[in-house]
Structure formats: C-alpha cells, structure tokens
C-alpha cells in the first residue's frame, strides 16, 4: 500500500509494473493511492537522465486515473504529458474509450494528454469527438 515513504529500489530493474487492479473499493483512498503512485513514478522519472537510462511510463487503463473522481491524479498526469520529453522520456496512455479524454470535469488534462502525444492510435473508436 502506498501509505508512506517506499524504499523501492528500481536502480537495478528494466521494467517496473506497478499492479493497480486490486486496490478496493473506496474511492477516496484510491485517489490518494494513485496520486502517491504517480508522484513515485514522476521522482523516478525525474532521476532518468542522470541514469543514462531511458523513461517511458506507460498508464495501461488510463482512465482509471482522468476521471472526476480523480481530478489530482488526473493532473499529474497532464503535468507529466507536458514535461517528459524534457527527460528524453515518453508517456504511453492507453484507456478504452477515446469518449474518457472529454469528460467535463477533465477535459483539461484529457486534452493535455492527448495533445502532446508524438503518436496517436485510435482503433475502433466511436467518440463524438474521435476526429483528431
């Protein structure tokens, strides 16, 4: 659980993944769980260059994280859409519906999200809004 402080150590792995499937129920704790979650991943990402090491993140079921109920994670994800190139990283967003990116409540972000994206595949996407 993502309660405090991790002593994770990734210096020596080629790839983390991070299980958020089986996190509960409750919404508010699964705000501040994704939120700590992103803030680790983002101070990891941070450390990449002077690794020498290339960052990707990638949010598989992304629109866990940018909905209303999650408006801090989904913040940290615009933040993180805005500033990972400057890294020499990259963020792949994967989530169902292309609809999830122009909810109201997160449309901000949605648009930050898809909107610095290098490369967008839309596959069989029904969206009002899918002309991009």
């Not at 805005?82 to 909810?103: A, E, N, P, S, Y």
């Not at 994206?117 to 839309?122: C, G, N, T």
């Amino acid at each position: 659980m993502w309660n405090e402080r991790t002593t994770l150590d990734i210096s020596s792995a080629e790839v983390v993944c991070i299980d958020t499937s089986d996190m509960g129920a409750n919404e508010e704790l699964q705000q501040a769980q994704y939120f700590n979650i992103l803030s680790w991943v983002w101070s990891e990402a941070r450390l990449a260059p002077k690794s020498g090491r290339p960052i990707r993140i990638i949010a598989d079921e992304g629109q866990n994280m940018l909905t209303a109920k999650m408006v801090e994670a989904a913040e940290m994800l615009r933040s993180m859409a805005k500033r990972i190139r400057k890294l020499d990283g990259g963020l792949t967003f994967i989530c169902q519906d292309i609809d999830d990116l122009f909810d109201p409540a997160v449309r901000t972000q949605g648009a930050a999200v898809l909107n610095n994206s290098a490369y967008r595949f839309v596959g069989q996407a029904d969206g009002e809004e899918a002309d991009i």
